[in-house]
């Protein structure tokens, strides 16, 4: 049997894992000395008072190698093979974390296969290909072609969002005191998106209402070149803007009814209130990646 696993990161909802067979590994979060794992928080009680948070930004932290192996040593024991899909090694240590971990049960257990791959992101757009590995799977695809439909996923996949302030950034140390101080006068609000594992700049722009503007623009542009897949639409902080956004604006350019989930705060917090999209395309787009994905894989002995 092959196991797909992924961490909290990615913003599954418990109960779609569970329908899908996906087994989550936890991040945590610690605010003010309290440790939360991230896959069974509350993320909009959490995120309830994120304005508060700025002055004192919760940390985050990996998943123990202990935690890691545990992991992958059931699936080795019950004789499964293990398809990880990590938060990108860009944002995170968690993808050599798993690989070390791996690496480790399968010297104990020769006749372990298992392939660990680096999804270059985060959020839903590390989510996609996750589920791009289900589908394979429950259509009677083998470890490989899982692992192919993976990769073929993190290509085709983007995330665009935008933040209501520039503070979380400025605080986490991702932009000056001068360029924030200039954008929160200036209502500048900037547009980012994850290329090659990292935060980029997608567009700045003088107001909120012209960034998301901004992100509906790209989304059309790569639907009507690429072609949709999937969507849903992503939030930090409260969810009402997000849900009204949806309603008002995707989902009628889409045509169908728009998942609206929260971001996990080991990510949110270092952006502060968001709202983004995240999609996946039926072709690969353009810039995503400038070269394939971080995998890693090992065979069984022969």
């Known amino acids: 049997m092959l196991r797909i696993i992924t961490d909290s990161v990615a913003s599954i909802p418990a109960s779609l894992a569970e329908e899908a067979g996906i087994e989550i590994v936890t991040l945590f979060v610690n605010r003010d000395g309290v440790e939360y794992a991230d896959a069974e928080m509350d993320l909009d009680a959490f995120y309830a008072d994120i304005q508060e948070m700025a002055d004192n930004i919760p940390t985050s932290s990996q998943p123990s190698q202990h935690a890691l192996e545990q992991a992958f040593e059931q699936a080795a024991e019950a004789g499964d093979e293990v398809l990880g899909i990590f938060i990108s090694s860009g944002l995170s240590g968690t993808y050599e974390g798993a690989l070390r971990a791996a690496r480790a049960v399968k010297a104990r257990n020769i006749d372990f296969s298992f392939v660990m791959i680096d999804s270059l992101s985060c959020g839903f757009d590390e989510a996609w290909p996750v589920m791009d590995a289900v589908e394979a799977r429950d259509a009677g695809g083998d470890l490989a072609a899982c692992a192919d439909a993976v990769m073929k996923g993190i290509e085709s996949t983007r995330f665009i969002f935008t933040p209501e302030t520039l503070k979380f950034l400025h605080k986490g140390g991702r932009i000056g005191g001068a360029a924030a ?21 997608l567009a700045k722009v003088r107001t909120r209402k012209k960034a998301l503007q901004k992100i509906v623009d790209a989304f059309k542009a790569d639907i009507e070149e690429h072609g949709l897949k999937q969507v849903v639409v992503h939030y930090i902080g409260d969810a009402q803007p997000a ?57 069984a002995s022969v």
Request: hydrophobic letters at 50%.
């Open 181 to 201: 101080l200039l954008g929160n006068l200036v209502q500048l609000c900037p547009v980012l998106t994850v290329v090659d594992g990292v935060p980029e700049t």
């Open 243 to 299: 849900v009204q956004w949806a309603r008002d604006v995707i989902e009628p350019l889409v045509g169908f009814a728009v998942k609206v989930l929260p971001v996990s705060p080991v990510i949110g917090l270092h952006v502060g209130p968001a709202v983004g999209i995240a999609y996946e395309c039926k072709n690969a787009i353009a810039g995503k990646v400038s070269a394939p994905a971080p995998m890693h894989a090992s065979a």
